[in-house]
């Protein structure tokens, strides 16, 4: 899945009902974990088990791997993000858990792999198409697409809501622009509109 359908995916989804968590929770990760990186610590999750932040870890840079433009979904401390998001609320603690262990059993029942880790490529890219895309996903996998929805939206949340994501987005938003020339003759003629004589 490539980083600009991920967004597509966002977009077409009523973003108040996506997400399970509140714009204060994403404010208040985001915030300390900046904060975090600018005192250069190592971070150690406070959630997540061992094997649990090696599978968040790799599941999230195939949600949002790095590209020509800006680095992955690890490098702008996605998994952090969401081990702070998760830590403490009881409530998504039993469905994160629940959604890393039924990657883990599917491989395990599927490849004969003993986790999503474990998984090659090929594996990993089959299970993931099979949850990623909801209309197509056969009844059984319904679990799995529940997961990877929730977890994809955090994915997002934590990705574009850090330093690199907003960069990665190209926002300009929050800068004073002295003076407004109108929209560039270049981009009107795109549009096919023209101001006024």
Known sequence: MQ??????LLAGAPLAGAFEWTALDIERAARALAD????G???QPTFFTPHEWET???LVDWIIPADERSGGATDAGVPEFMDFIVQDQAGRQTAMRGGLAWLDTECRDRFGRVSFVAAGDVERRALLDDIAWPARARPEHSHGVAFFNSFRD???SGFWSSKMGV???RYLGNTAVP???GCPDEQLRKLGVSYGD
């Open 41 to 43: 610590g190592q971070y």
């Open 36 to 39: 975090f990186r600018r005192r």
């Open 179 to 181: 003076d407004w020339n």
């Open 167 to 169: 960069e990665d987005l």
């Open 3 to 8: 980083r600009r359908d991920v967004v597509h």
């Open 56 to 58: 968040v870890r790799l």
């Open 154 to 156: 955090l994915t997002a």
